[in-house]
């Protein structure tokens, strides 16, 4: 009956209510619950940072570092090695970090992101920082200009002394220079090339922050006041060499995508107190892409040391480096500038000067006179042989490698 059918759905109904419990209120279900402890997503330790050990002399490593063109953002950041084999020469380690930079040309201004302060291979400084360390940018701090910057010793509040480029942002070229050195140089770990600690980019500034080395550079030791005789002997002279080669080679065939520096000469090789050279002031350096050569409508470099293809035609390989570098071996064997216009005419240009000398068989005579001794003939003759397959017109026939 209709009676018994009304009981029996009040009870259904009941039933119902009393298993699933009554429906929320209103306020009970506006209450929005946060996912407990297990159900957050915990942050990934950082990957760690890989250290490749390399011996050069024949460059068989290459460092690889992946773009972060990549969608997959695991890979940001990651590089590596392949390692095709050792060989006897100096010890070296590379080491990059996670993190990516961002740099953009608009506006006139180079943009750098939020990711710069966490790469693995610097940090960043703030302009009150570095403004103390070198008391305020005084002049008396200066301790080099060129490369459109000027350089101050300084010292950070943990004791730390550095050296401070402070580029000269009135140009464009300054801060393309800063975006340059921060990706040529930012990740680079080799004891013959000056390291960079960090940077600074705060309104007009763009700084850059580098280890200090301390015991001047090679164009002081060679053409300064230093006395009758000169400290660098036969065998501090070649090391030097050996140094700048090596760090050289590094940027040439350690790095990819590779590095030429295009500004290779005795002021930018710095000496520490043990006499080995850092090569330094990347901020003419270019990188290369995959392809062999780049050509540059602007010709940058310094007069007597660059390649004459590179200075005709802007055409610009690692070999433009090689040629600077055999101008560098001369200078130091010879104790002359590359281009000396103080001298008679026949010795004001290094390298013709050289030549006419060891065509007269007079190698012996183109020794720096404030040498402390005399090297032997056959390593005399083994370095002027060296320079001059380095500063060979045919850039094919340079040396490959340093």
């Keep these: 009956c209709l009676t018994s059918r009304r009981h029996r759905r009040r009870r259904t109904v009941a039933g119902k209510y009393s298993s699933a419990g009554a429906p929320p209120a209103k306020e009970i279900q506006e209450i929005v619950h946060l996912p407990g402890p297990h159900m957050l997503r915990q942050p990934q330790a950082p990957a760690p940072v890989p250290e490749i050990h ?6 068989e490593h290459r460092v690889v570092v992946h773009s972060d063109n990549n969608n997959n953002s695991n890979n940001r950041g990651v590089s590596s090695g392949e390692s095709k084999g050792t060989v006897s020469g100096c010890e070296t380690t590379s080491s990059f970090g996670s993190g990516s930079v961002v740099l953009g040309v608009g506006g006139g201004g180079v943009g750098v992101g939020p990711e710069v302060s966490h790469l693995g291979w610097g940090r960043w400084y ?14 008396e701090n200066v301790i080099g200009e060129g490369g459109y910057g000027i350089v101050y010793s300084g010292v950070l509040s943990d004791g730390t002394k550095v050296a401070v480029k402070n580029l000269l942002n009135n140009k ?8 340059v050195e921060v990706e040529a140089i ?25 280890e ?5 550079n090679l164009e002081q030791w060679l053409h300064g006041d230093v006395g009758p005789v000169s400290p660098l002997t036969w065998d501090i002279r070649m090391n030097i060499i050996l140094g700048t080669a090596r760090g050289l080679a590094y940027l040439h065939e350690g790095l990819e995508p590779k590095v030429v520096h295009r500004d290779v000469k005795s002021s ?39 390649a004459p293809e590179y200075a005709c035609t802007g ?24 281009v000396d216009y103080s001298r008679p005419q026949g010795e004001v240009n290094l390298i013709d000067w050289l030549k006419t000398m060891v065509g007269n068989r007079k190698a012996e005579e183109v020794v720096d006179p404030k040498l402390p001794e005399m090297p032997t ?7 002027i042989l060296i320079a001059l397959r380095c500063v060979d017109p045919d850039a094919t026939k340079r040396p490959k490698r340093d």
């Excluded at 200090?212 to 001047?216: A, E, K, P, Q």
């Design 126 to 139: 703030t302009l009150r920082e570095l403004e103390a360390a070198t008391n305020g940018l005084c002049e």
């Design 172 to 179: 464009g070229q300054a801060e393309r220079e800063f975006k």
């Design 268 to 306: 930018n090789i710095l000496i520490d107190r043990q006499w080995n050279s850092k090569v330094s002031d990347f901020g003419l350096a270019k990188l290369l892409c995959s392809e062999n050569s780049y050509v540059t409508t602007r010709v940058m470099g310094t007069f007597g040391y660059v």
């Design 377 to 383: 003939s056959k390593a005399l003759k083994r370095a």
């Design 315 to 338: 055409m610009l390989t690692e070999k433009s480096d090689v040629y600077s570098f055999g101008i560098l071996i001369m200078e130091i064997i010879t104790g002359r500038s590359p």
């Design 54 to 59: 390399v011996d050069f002399g024949k460059v």
């Design 212 to 216: 200090y080395v301390n015991n001047g």
């Design 186 to 210: 930012g990740r680079v770990r080799h004891k013959n090339l000056v390291r960079l600690l960090g940077y600074c980019v705060e309104g007009a500034y763009r700084m850059l922050v580098y």
